[in-house]
């Protein structure tokens, strides 16, 4: 008997937040993440049958995406992708004249050990998320996530704002008690 | 005691404000009343450490994610493939 199942069914609630965040970690523009992770999620409902049930859903869904952002760099790197290299003319007089490849600017750049805390810290906050009441997790992440404005939510989920707040209130102890749980301890 | 009312504020009103705060929303004179009872209401400052932390994990967590919109349309997409398979 496998130690885990499908539910595709669930997909999208349970995961498509923590897939589109993996994802714009790594390719940094919010239509290829969203494209991602759709043609994600459409693989791996054809390729369900390949699941052993060793790896949880989302491992599993993960693995399938790491494949898909591979693909995509794959895609962009070929031929017509090296052409498009940016170019920089570099100012300093010791180089003046010498055209170089644009040089990252590094002032984003994260340590390895950074990128792998705040990927942890961001998995322990989604899961955190998905045991919470449906109504609790949307407020949740428009408001905490997303930072919208209270009158936005109140418009787009036609609550008061104090609903928004009571659900608010509701949603963050129980996210703190879980993160005490999960992180924090 | 109109005046009690006016500075002095119920536990629930501390955690009320102080949710507020994590997002900027709470006025100067609301702070000024969480501040006052957070002084001497243990279970006040026990709500502001541990809601503080919350906000903190959040915001160096530097997590995105699908606006509603957006994850509606991949729901409706999502499912007409469902049932495509199905088919």
Redesign the interface.
Known sequence: MPKHQLD??T???RY??YL??FT?TRVNDREIA?DL??DT??AS??SMKNFKGEASERTWLVSILKRKIIDYYRKINSKKGKAEVRMDFKSDDDDEGNWLEERVADSQYKTAEETLI?EE??EA??DCLNKLPEKQA?VF??????GLE?ETICN?LNITASNL?VI??RA?IA??EC??KN??K | MKNKSFLFISCDEAKHICDKAQYNEATPWEKLKLNLRYLWCQITRAYVKRNKKLSKAVESSKITCLKNSEKEQLKNLFREELENQHH
């Not at chain 1, 992440?141 to 997303?146: D, V």
């Open positions: 595709p069914n997909w999208i609630d498509s937040d589109y965040n714009i969203k992770v759709q999620f459409f409902l054809k705040n810290l961001g906050i989604f949307t992440r428009m408001k905490t996530i997303e209270t787009e707040w608010v209130h963050r996210m703190a993160m005490e992180w924090f």
